[in-house]
């Protein structure tokens, strides 16, 4: 027997289906992530770390918010009709909202986490569902399947631009979820369940990334683009940049400059990237330096 899977990311549309009085709340004192809420936040910054992206600090406020989200769909299903995994029910303290596909203001969904903890700033939500008990592993799978998901998580494509400083999960019966911040969270410790250990949120600290790999690094590079003449190179290197390759670099390698939009660990991974490249930079090819 197969069970149902879906997926909805935070950047589809809803609309205001009610609306209630907001309050920021103050998280319980003894809320705590479980052991496999704690594995499923790990999976997903292992996942980075293999990319070549930072980790992102666990965070005690979006994790409360996924749990609230997690058991609002559960117990509420504000998912019904044309209403997706994204859409809030009118039984909390917070703004009630029907998301779906039409309508373009994302903020009844995005300001959730200020709504109802003390985060400052706006988060965005990944979502999973099956008609078991969902498990960190099975979660976490389907993510990394799934386009939309992934870029998400790895700051793919739209959502480069974006720099994760927060991250929060929840798993409840069927429902797994993961919220995403640009902003430190105030609360700086997070508690597992049943056990003594406390998770410290410590701050990202941003490694520039180098203009240039002249040796040896046993990476794989997503080359677009060669140079006999390094200012040319280091130009494009700037427009690259500029369109959102981050960790777009130069490699110098037998007296050429070649522009690597990104670099990976394996060739899995760089083969993974190449496939997910606009149109514009499918001539791409793969450097193993």
């Known amino acids: 027997m197969k069970f149902g899977k879906l997926v909805w990311l935070s950047f589809w549309m809803f609309l205001f289906t009610g609306m209630q009085s907001m309050a920021q709340d103050s998280i319980p004192e003894k809320f705590c992530i479980s052991e496999d809420e704690y594995k499923l936040y790990n999976l997903i910054n292992d996942y980075r770390k293999a990319m070549n992206l930072s980790e992102i600090p666990l965070s005690k406020s979006l994790s409360y918010v996924a749990k609230q989200h997690a058991i609002d769909l559960v117990t509420n299903r504000p998912d019904t009709m044309t209403c997706n995994f994204h859409s809030w029910s009118d039984k909390g303290n917070w703004v009630a909202c029907c998301f779906e596909k039409e309508v373009k203001d994302k903020s009844c969904m995005i300001n959730k986490p200020r709504e109802i903890t003390q985060y400052p700033g706006e988060a965005h939500e990944v979502v999973y569902w099956e008609n078991k008990e969902a498990t960190a592993e099975r979660a976490f799978d389907q993510w990394r399947e799934t386009l939309a998901a992934r870029s998400v998580m790895t700051n793919f494509k739209e959502w480069e631009r974006y720099s994760w400083n927060a991250l929060g999960v929840g798993i409840y019966k069927g429902f797994a979820i993961a919220w995403f911040g640009e902003e430190l969270d105030v609360e700086k410790n997070t508690m597992i369940c049943g056990s003594n250990k406390v998770i410290a949120s410590k701050p990202i600290i941003n490694v520039e990334e180098p203009e240039m790999v002249s040796g040896t690094s046993g990476r794989f590079y997503l080359i677009h683009g060669s140079f006999s003449d390094l200012k040319d190179a280091q130009s494009q290197l700037k427009v690259y940049r500029a369109e959102g390759f981050k960790k777009a670099k130069i490699v110098s390698k037998d ?28 001539d791409a090819w793969i450097l193993a330096f």
């Open 255 to 282: 007296n050429k400059y070649r522009i690597s939009l990104s670099d990976y660990s394996s060739i899995e991974l760089a083969n993974s990237a190449k496939k997910e490249l606009p149109e514009k930079y499918k």
